[in-house]
C-alpha cells in the first residue's frame, strides 16, 4: 500500500522534526517524504539529512518576494507527493494561495492552548500575563495566525516564577508527544474537519468522538 506521506515545514533546531523521525517515519505506513527550510542554517536539515530525507532550503531571501518563495516551496512538496504539510517550528507566515492550496492538509504546532497566546513568543508572553494553565495546541492552518480549527490540545500547570527555558522543556516535551499522535490520528483517517456553515466556526471531529444527542 502506498505510503501516508509527510513534507515537514521547519525553520530552528528541528526537535519537534525529530521526534517525528523517532516514532511517526517508516511506522505504520506513514513517512516523511521531504523536509523544508525556511533558513539554510535551520538545525532541522542535518537531522532530515542524517534520517535519509530528501532536504529543500526556501529563504524569503532567495526569491524576489513570499508569494515566489511559497510557490516554490508549495511545488516542491507537490513534487514530493505529500498527503500532510506538518508545520513544525516553521517561523514564517504563508501567503494566502499556499494555505488554500494546502487548507484541510496542513496542521501546526503552537505552545499555547489556543485561542490564548496566537503568534510569536508565546510562553514568554503566558509566564509574563501569570496564567495558571498554558499548554501545545496542534491545529490545522487557516488564513489567520494560529487559528485553524483544534485537533489537539494538552494543558501544562504553570505555578509561579518559573524559570522560562523550564517551561519551555515542558511545552516541548509534550508537543513531542502530541504532534506525533495528531499525524497518526490523520493518517488512519480518525479526522473530520466540519462543514463550513455560515458564521460558525469549523470544529474538528474525531473518530470516537461522543455525540450529545442521546
Ligand atoms: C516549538 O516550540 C513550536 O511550538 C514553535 O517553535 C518551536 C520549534 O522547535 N512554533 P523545534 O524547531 O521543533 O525544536
Redesign the pocket.
Known amino acids: 500500500m502506498r505510503p501516508f506521506r509527510l513534507g515537514v515545514l521547519?525553520?530552528?533546531?528541528?526537535?519537534?522534526?525529530?521526534a517525528i523521525l523517532d516514532s511517526v517515519h517508516g511506522r505504520e505506513g506513514v513517512e516523511v517524504a521531504c523536509v523544508g527550510a525556511s533558513r539554510p542554517d535551520?538545525?532541522?536539515l542535518e537531522r532530515a539529512r542524517d534520517a535519509g530525507v530528501p532536504t529543500g532550503v526556501f529563504a524569503a531571501s532567495d526569491h524576489p518576494d513570499r508569494a515566489a518563495r511559497d510557490e516554490a516551496l508549495a511545488e516542491f512538496l507537490t513534487a514530493h507527493d505529500v498527503d500532510l504539510v506538518v508545520?513544525?517550528?516553521?517561523?514564517e507566515l504563508l501567503e494566502p494561495a499556499f494555505v488554500r492550496r494546502f487548507e484541510g492538509s496542513m496542521i501546526?504546532?503552537?505552545?499555547s492552548l489556543l485561542p490564548a497566546f496566537r503568534g510569536l513568543r508565546?510562553?514568554e508572553r503566558a509566564l509574563e500575563y501569570g496564567v495558571r494553565v498554558t499548554g501545545?495546541t496542534v491545529h490545522f492552518v487557516d488564513e489567520g495566525v494560529d487559528t485553524g480549527p483544534i485537533l489537539a490540545q494538552e494543558a501544562i500547570e504553570l505555578p509561579y516564577a518559573q524559570d522560562i527555558a523550564r517551561v519551555?522543556e515542558r511545552?516541548?516535551a509534550v508537543?513531542h508527544r502530541l504532534l506525533p499522535e495528531a499525524i497518526r490520528l490523520i493518517a488512519r483517517g480518525d479526522v473530520r474537519i466540519e462543514p463550513a456553515e455560515p458564521g460558525s466556526r469549523r470544529r474538528v471531529i474525531l473518530e470516537g468522538d461522543a455525540s450529545d444527542e442521546r
Not at 108 to 111: A, G, K, R
Open positions: 521547519v525553520s530552528g533546531e528541528g526537535s519537534n522534526l525529530q535551520a538545525g532541522a508545520l513544525a517550528g516553521f517561523m501546526n504546532v503552537h505552545p508565546a510562553i501545545v519551555e511545552v516541548h508537543e
